[in-house]
């Protein structure tokens, strides 16, 4: 019996990337692909599995939150587009960190830990076999948008702000604007709120690229964006905090 595999994911195309990796090894056994984390939690207290492909990102529960509440983890290898939870996945005693897109070869190295550490004798104390690589700030994150039938990749740190048009989102950066069919609230779940914060029912801004501000609107790139008065206490208090910390 090979390597019996869950991936959770909640971008499609991640799922079926994976899944076809997954049919490319004679070693693994893909035994479910689900959408949320909350879902996987409740599939693992019933379900053997050896190794789990993970999202951290995700609505509800994230992958790390998931981890954290797993009495017997399998063997973990996170799947993201973001850099910055590295450390965590050290700590966490992942077995890799692996970062979208994902390539077939990056793909075959972490699974090739996987398949080390399950040659590991029961009684030898494994040896931490988190990522290696040093975490990355913000400044080295990006996203991947489809757009005109394309997955246009967009440095998080060039994003000015983001404005909703009913079920896509027109993402503004200094060198070009990329439409998307996504909601808005997909992007408040997905992006840091360290660095990013949603002001009003039809913006997320960049809190690092705003030029002014004051009770009723924000300027970001020559632009005045609206404080929605259901968001005005909280992005008020984001904004003095942030003002605060830079005296």
């Known amino acids: 019996m090979g390597i019996r595999c869950l ?3 909640d971008e499609p195309l991640a799922l079926d990337v994976l899944e076809a990796y997954i049919e490319r090894l004679d070693d693994l056994e893909l035994v479910a ?3 949320n984390a909350v879902e996987a939690f409740n599939f693992l207290q019933k379900e ?3 190794l789990l492909f993970l999202d951290i990102q995700m609505p509800k529960l994230t992958g790390i939150d998931l981890l954290k509440n797993i ?3 399998p063997q973990v290898i996170f799947t993201t587009a973001y850099r910055d939870y590295a450390l965590q996945g050290y700590e966490l005693n992942v077995v890799d960190y692996l970062l979208k897109p994902i390539s077939f070869d990056r793909f075959l190295k972490a699974v090739n830990k996987v398949i080390q550490n399950q040659g590991k004798s029961d ?3 494994p040896e931490p076999s988190g990522p290696k690589q040093e975490p990355l700030n913000y400044q080295d994150a990006y996203i991947y948008l489809k757009s005109d039938k394309k997955m246009v990749k967009v440095p998080l740190a060039e994003i000015l702000y983001i404005e909703s048009l009913k079920d896509y989102i027109r993402v503004f950066t200094a060198e070009k604007n990329v439409t998307a069919y996504q909601r808005i609230s997909y992007m408040e779940e997905k992006l840091p709120s360290d660095k990013f914060a949603r ?3 039809s913006f997320i801004i960049n809190l690092d690229q705003i030029d002014a501000y004051n009770t009723s609107i924000v300027e ?4 005045e964006i609206p404080i929605g008065r259901n968001y005005r ?3 008020l208090k984001i904004l003095n905090d942030q003002n605060l910390l830079n005296e």
């Open 7 to 9: 991936i959770v994911d």
């Open 33 to 35: 692909r689900l959408d």
């Open 48 to 50: 053997e599995v050896d």
């Open 71 to 73: 009495s017997d983890p």
């Open 123 to 125: 009684d030898t104390e």
């Open 199 to 201: 002001i009003h029912r």
């Open 220 to 223: 970001v790139a020559g632009k």
């Open 233 to 235: 206490q909280e992005v």
